[in-house]
């Protein structure tokens, strides 16, 4: 799995975090041109042709080709691949389980597995060292996935490793920076293979994210002396934390539309600017409690509301129609903090701070009377500084006054014109 941002996988303190988590492949992964990723250590899913096994490496190596692999050459992680044949490392299968034990052929003893490295932005590159990729005689649980068999070496079920320094157990805690604690290696070979057939298959994740945890959640359960032990303690959380933002994403969120916004700098300037939303929720706000208080959690931070993609134009004909084009972001809290008989109030933000919106007016209006406006955002309440007023016949409303010294100093007025949303497509779905 990819992160473009760790620290919103980890515990965190006094920041904002977004993250989008897009089942792919065989990968959970969130890509964006010329944007840099940064892997996460562990699994935390599966797709339907994922094997894991323990096996024993041999010495052996086969020529295996790309299959219908889409690579590149270049820097990776690994080393700097070169255009070359691809070839794969002989592994002898030791223990094949459940669902993994499906996926090869009855009395199967040996498969190919070919490394490959990922570069910058996450994409395939060509592995840059030797194809004896594990040191022959290594006994280790491994976490690949399986070609369709008109890509097999040599007749052999032929296997594919995307980030070859994740999919071994024990873990090479001196090269992971994520995993550099030895105490990663704390349950055997056995224990964590059991533990990986409990991973959820991404599809159920998107599906139905609370059924798809659940045979990892019994297993948390039943086996509480491993479950207290790394990886055990920290795989669930990262599955968890996948599952929450899955669950959110399916939120029918009450501020989907179209909007027109009014930026007020007193006495006299202003500008007006139109907002197009995604039609659901793309990833969860999160900010963590304060520390030592009795809601602080141990390791993940609570989910406080959820942002949607947005697009902004300085009129409403020039607004972008799909979520491919959406340029910023607004976002609500999870639950509303005030309900009446025909309207509710929740916590909101528009990222009306951000010059990027319109660089000609936040540097010749804004910064120029108030450079330290940033600084005056109140952070009493996860850095959601406004309020939506949604109404029961429709209409949607939001207000954020930023105020200095008891005055105010620039004010932002939002009212939805439309319910018309950006749609996205199937594959972003």
């Not at 959970?28 to 562990?42: K, Q, Y």
């Not at 894991?52 to 790309?66: E, K």
């Not at 014109?417 to 779905?429: G, I, L, Q, Y």
């Amino acid at each position: 799995m990819y992160y473009q941002d760790v620290s919103a996988a980890l515990s965190i303190s006094g920041s904002r975090a977004l993250v989008m988590v897009l089942a792919l492949g065989a990968l959970t992964t969130l890509r964006e041109s010329a944007r840099l990723c940064t892997p996460v250590g562990l699994p935390i899913g599966r797709s339907s042709e994922d094997v894991f096994f323990i096996g024993t490496a041999l010495p052996d190596t086969v020529l295996a080709g790309a299959g219908h692999e889409e690579w590149g050459t270049g820097p990776g992680h690994s080393g700097f691949g070169r255009p070359r044949k691809i070839y794969g490392q002989l592994v002898q299968i030791e223990q094949l389980r459940e669902l993994s034990a499906t996926r090869l052929p009855p009395q199967t003893t040996r498969v190919v597995l070919v490394p490959w490295d990922y570069g910058p932005d996450c994409s395939t590159v060509v592995w840059g060292q030797s194809a004896r990729w594990v040191t022959a005689g290594d006994r280790v649980v491994f976490n690949a996935t399986l070609r369709p068999r008109d890509e097999w070496a040599n007749g052999l079920p032929t296997l594919d490793v995307y980030t070859p320094e994740f999919s071994l157990y024990p873990f090479d805690t001196r090269r992971l920076y994520m995993l550099r604690d030895t105490a990663m290696n704390d349950l055997s070979l056995e224990e964590v293979l059991d533990l990986y057939e409990r991973l959820p298959l991404h599809r159920d994740v998107v599906e139905s994210p609370d059924s798809a945890i659940q045979p990892l959640e019994v297993w948390a359960r039943s086996n509480p002396a491993q479950a207290s032990r790394q990886p055990a303690r920290t795989l669930p959380q990262f599955v968890r934390f996948d599952v929450e933002e899955r669950r959110v994403s399916l939120i029918k969120s009450p501020i989907v539309g179209t909007y027109r916004f009014v930026f007020t700098v007193p006495p006299g300037d202003s500008l007006v600017m139109y907002a197009r939303t995604d039609e659901r929720p793309s990833g969860t706000e999160r900010a963590r409690y304060k520390v030592g208080t009795p809601e602080d959690s141990a390791w993940d931070d609570a989910v406080a509301g959820y942002s949607l993609q947005t697009g902004w134009a300085a009129s409403r004909g020039a607004l972008p129609r799909d979520a491919k084009n959406a340029s910023s972001q607004v976002a609500i809290s999870l639950t509303p903090i005030l309900e009446t008989a025909d309207s509710s109030v929740w916590h909101g933000d528009v990222e009306a701070l951000d010059r990027e919106l319109n660089p000609d007016f936040w540097n010749r209006v804004v910064y120029r009377r108030h450079r330290n406006i940033r600084s005056l955002r109140n952070n009493d309440w996860y850095y959601m500084q406004g309020f939506w007023t949604v109404y029961r016949d429709g209409r949607v409303r939001y207000r954020q006054a930023v105020e200095q010294s008891g005055v105010i100093i620039f004010n932002i007025v939002g009212e939805r014109v439309s319910s018309e949303a950006m749609p996205r497509s199937k594959d972003e779905n």
